[in-house]
């Protein structure tokens, strides 16, 4: 399987770095920006680094090349 060169990989999540919004998939995990239910994209649920799980969620544009 091969891809583009050119979709840059994003950043990879920072547990413990999110904001309150970000931990609860209110806002994308890797941008900030809010989200809304229909266009968010769900990262799957994961034990933050002081062991509380967070529901981390990305705006389409950054799922698009966080994958
Ligand atoms: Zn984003």
Known sequence: MV???N???APPLAPGNLTE?????AACAHCG???S????VDLG???DADG?????RACPRCAATAR
């Open 3 to 5: 891809r583009s060169s």
């Open 7 to 9: 979709d840059a990989p």
């Open 21 to 25: 919004e970000q931990r609860r998939g």
């Open 33 to 35: 920006a809010p989200l």
């Open 37 to 40: 239910a229909r266009s968010a």
């Open 45 to 47: 649920s994961r034990p």
């Open 52 to 56: 509380v799980r967070i529901f981390p």
